[in-house]
């Protein structure tokens, strides 16, 4: 049973508008959510993160929207760059354990 | 450069043969972690090591998956008797303590295949 879900496997987006990544959760544990980038042939890096206590954090072009109620985090990034186009994944734990990895989502952002 | 390095990058074996995989973590880190990638699956952890402490083996899928880490550093991950769905991408993490755990920073990975 998935408990971080990623519904949808890929994303196509014209470069300068927004991307959007979507991500559930079934665990109404998890307090806290992440979000990682991956290149192909290296290994994921972290993104950017956001506690349960938020309901958004900011990093630059990164922001994550936590709806608890919802159990549904999303990752937007505006203005989105061909340098973007990675596999992102979303992440949740509870309190400091190891986390639960989605899926992932591929991201293209054309020129 | 002083990221995470795993190796062999590739490794394609036959099933049931033994394999052991690698991962040199950023030196100075005390918690190191493997996860494997399945084709359109998550990270899947599989085994955690925190210090001189027992590790976490909760991720483990069978018994024929063990790892060890030698003097608090270098990690190998042994599958014997593989078979396919051994196939996957294996990861390795480490992080500075385990209370950085967010603060993961993954090695390029070791492509498993297993014909």
């Known amino acids: 049973d998935q408990q971080v879900k990623q519904n949808s496997p890929s994303l196509s987006v014209q470069e300068g508008r927004i991307s959007i990544l979507n991500c559930d959760y079934t665990?109404?544990?998890?307090?806290?959510f992440l979000w990682y980038k991956k290149y192909p042939a290296e290994g994921p890096t972290f993104l950017i993160s956001?506690?349960?206590?938020?309901d958004k954090n900011e990093d630059g072009r990164f922001t994550v929207f936590l709806n608890k109620s919802a159990k549904h985090l999303s990752l937007h990034i505006v203005p989105s760059q061909p340098g973007d186009s990675a596999v992102y994944f979303c992440?949740?734990?509870?309190?400091?354990?190891?986390?639960?990895f989605g899926r992932g989502t591929s991201l293209i952002v054309h020129p | 450069g002083a990221g995470v390095s795993q190796s062999p990058s590739n490794k394609v074996t036959e099933k049931g043969k033994d394999v052991e995989l690698r991962c040199d973590p950023i030196?100075?880190?005390?918690?190191l972690y493997w996860y494997r990638q399945s084709l359109g699956q998550g990270l899947e952890f599989l085994i955690y090591?925190?210090?001189?402490?027992?590790?976490?083996k909760s991720g483990l899928p069978s018994d024929r998956f063990s790892a060890e880490r030698t003097g608090g550093s270098v990690s190998t991950l042994t599958i014997q008797r593989t078979q396919q769905e051994d196939s996957a991408v294996y990861l390795c993490?480490?992080?500075?303590?385990?209370?950085?755990?967010?603060?993961?920073?993954f090695g390029p990975g070791t492509r498993l295949t297993v014909t």
């Open positions: 993490a480490s992080s500075l303590t385990w209370t950085s755990l967010y603060e993961q920073y």
């Open positions: 665990n109404s544990m998890f307090d806290y």
């Open positions: 956001i506690s349960s206590i938020k």
């Open positions: 992440a949740a734990s509870t309190g400091s354990y190891i986390p639960t």
């Open positions: 030196s100075g880190h005390t918690a």
């Open positions: 090591f925190q210090g001189n402490s027992a590790p976490d």
